[in-house]
């Protein structure tokens, strides 16, 4: 069965360093999306992505926050420079679009912790 | 502004039905999902509902209703591994793109 993947699944990094998260979306899917989860914490929007460009972000999705589609199929968020605040499980999904069936396919996640 | 809202915790015991409420006031609405995640794990799609009504799917079944700004995930006979958080997401356009989370609801389901 077709699965989004991510890498790495647990990054430690220092404040202030870049970090890449990757992701591999389902390879037909047009949508795209990063999302984060502070532990215990709801589900939290970053920004959607589609036709090769951002098609929505939110306030969380700030100048410090880009997202990538370098080829046909990693889709990538850089973080500038880590913050504390910044520490959280990262989501990559994906959706198909077709007449809004309700249904994202997540990825197992990225952990990230900032020190 | 998007706003959902469910019980922050629910408790069950094996065998019982359970019920997880949502209620949602958002810029835009095409449908409200339901995912499940346990601990450590990823969110996995559990139901869609685009019209009022029920829909069922096994042991589970979610219910909407629109004008009430309302929906319901109902859970049968449950069993212990469906100790989980339950999160609703209302869909905000006919693409699917564009999905926003309520907080979740941690669900327990005793021996």
């Known amino acids: 069965e077709p699965e989004v993947t991510q890498t790495p699944s647990h990054q430690v990094t220092q404040m202030g360093q870049e970090v890449i998260l990757r992701c591999v979306p389902i390879?037909?899917?047009?949508?795209f999306y990063w999302y984060r989860q502070i532990l215990g914490q709801k589900v939290e929007f970053l920004v959607s992505?589609?036709?090769?460009?951002?098609?929505?972000k939110s306030e969380i999705f700030d100048d410090q926050f880009s997202v990538e589609r370098p080829d046909g199929s990693n889709f990538t968020l850089k973080i500038r420079s880590t913050k504390l605040e910044d520490s959280a499980m990262y989501f990559c999904?994906?959706?198909?679009?077709?007449?809004?069936?309700?249904?994202?396919?997540f990825g197992e996640g990225s952990r990230l912790t900032v020190l | 502004g998007q706003s959902l809202e469910q019980p922050s915790e629910v408790t069950a015991v094996e065998g019982a039905i359970v019920q997880i409420n949502c209620t949602y006031q958002?810029?835009?609405?095409?449908?409200l999902s339901w995912y499940q995640q346990h601990d450590g794990g990823a969110p996995t799609f559990l139901s869609y509902?685009?019209?009022?009504g029920l829909e069922e799917t096994g042991r589970f079944s979610s219910f909407l209703s629109r004008s009430d700004s309302y929906g319901y995930l109902l859970l049968q006979e449950l069993q212990m591994k469906d100790s989980a958080s339950y999160f609703c997401?209302?869909?905000?356009?006919?693409?699917?793109?564009?999905?926003?989370f309520g907080p979740g609801t941690r669900l327990s389901v005793l021996p």
């Open positions: 999904a994906s959706s198909d679009g077709q007449g809004g069936a309700g249904e994202l396919f």
């Open positions: 997401a209302v869909v905000r356009d006919n693409y699917g793109q564009n999905f926003v």
């Open positions: 958002t810029s835009g609405f095409y449908g």
């Open positions: 390879s037909n899917h047009l949508y």
């Open positions: 509902n685009a019209l009022d």
């Open positions: 992505f589609y036709n090769n460009e951002i098609s929505e």
